[in-house]
T-cell receptor, first 110, second 112 residues
């Protein structure tokens, strides 16, 4: 089955700096790669996603890149703000099966 | 805002009690999921359903059971709660194909 690895598990940055979270996966048939943000006391919420026919997608300060050959994808947050502090999960989707990474706790220090 | 609801939000219950965690969605999604999330963050899939009368066990062994009699409702039941069941339980749903999963706010269960 699919194995999704996410790094780092914790990340602390200064406000205004960039943050990068990386995920690798094992199943080359995976074709959908969402990223979720979980704030304290809430369920995860989709922030950006990318499909296998696209290499990069951007939405304001958030971008995701996908390298299908190397089987890895990354979340990039630029100009970080304290409200970006949360737990972030990557996920892969293949044939009705969605798998999550172990999560990254991002802390943005003012 | 996602139309998926979990009740109760918080529950403290004694060992040996039977409990049911409720999950309902109004989006008409066929797929529904239950995840267990410990304070260490990781989401562990414990049950899922692809539609009415379909239920499957997930990756993490769980003593809970689920049912899917109606599309919108996917309750999780623990017949005899134990302290090891203390955790946060998250319900999610998604539409057909590779699409976004919507999560409820979770139920934080404490068994004393």
């Amino acid at each position: 089955g699919e194995n999704v690895e996410q790094h780092p598990s914790t990340l602390s940055v200064q406000e205004g700096d960039s943050a990068v979270i990386k995920c690798t996966y094992s199943d080359s048939a995976s074709n959908y790669f969402p990223w979720y943000k979980q704030e304290l006391g809430k369920g995860p919420q989709l922030i950006i996603d990318i499909r296998s026919n696209v290499g990069e997608k951007k939405d304001q300060r958030i971008a995701v890149t996908l390298n299908k050959t190397a089987k890895h994808f990354s979340l990039h947050i630029t100009e970080t703000q304290p409200e970006d502090s949360a737990v972030y999960f990557c996920a892969t989707y293949n044939n009705n099966d969605m798998r999550f990474g172990a999560g990254t706790r991002l802390t943005v220090k003012p | 805002e996602a139309d998926i609801y979990q009740t109760p939000r918080y529950l403290v219950i004694g060992t040996g009690k039977k409990i049911t965690l409720e999950c309902s969605q109004t989006m008409g999604h066929d797929k529904m999921y239950w995840y267990q999330q410990d304070p260490g963050m990781e989401l562990h899939l414990i049950h899922y359903s692809y539609g009415v009368n379909s239920t499957e066990k997930g990756d993490l062994s769980s003593e809970s059971t689920v049912s899917r009699i109606r599309t919108e409702h996917f309750p999780l039941t623990l017949e005899s709660a134990r302290p090891s069941h203390t955790s946060q339980y998250l319900c999610a749903s998604s539409g057909g194909g590779a699409t976004e999963a919507f999560f409820g706010q979770g139920t934080r269960l404490t068994v004393v």
